[in-house]
């Protein structure tokens, strides 16, 4: 089973920037999707940003024009770039990968990361 390793969180005031990294412990290639989510305190866990296999992006109205999803073949990384930070995207976020393949061998499961902490203070 594929783990995925989030970092880059932190602390950052508001209209600052963080970009967060999502490391797959194993190369991993044809994901048909990767995304990132997040949960604020005492909230439901949301979508944030999804990037589909033929490279199509779907961004939550609330964060676009300010985040970016991308992702590193080399480095098995996905990351967020998200700038323009305010209090509202005080959150949990965690990865996500469904479908994915390793070693040729393709597997339908879905993988979370463990979470990393993005605090904006005001």
């Known amino acids: 089973q594929v783990q995925l390793v989030e970092s880059g969180g932190g602390l950052v005031q508001a209209g600052g920037s963080l970009r967060l990294s999502c490391a797959a412990s194993?190369?991993?290639?044809?994901?048909?999707?990767m995304a990132w989510y997040r949960q604020p305190p005492g909230k439901q866990r949301d979508l944030v940003a999804r990037?589909?296999?033929?490279?199509?992006?779907d961004y939550a109205d609330s964060v676009k024009g300010r985040f970016t999803i991308s992702r590193d073949d080399a480095k098995n990384t996905v990351y967020l770039q998200m700038n323009s930070l305010g209090p509202e995207d005080t959150a949990v976020y965690y990865c996500?990968?469904?479908?994915?393949?390793?070693?040729?061998?393709?597997?339908?499961?879905?993988?979370w990361g463990q979470g990393t902490q993005v605090t904006v203070s005001s």
């Open positions: 990037k589909f296999r033929g490279g199509v992006t």
């Open positions: 194993q190369s991993i290639s044809h994901i048909n999707t």
């Open positions: 996500y990968v469904n479908g994915y393949t390793v070693d040729n061998y393709f597997y339908p499961n879905t993988v």
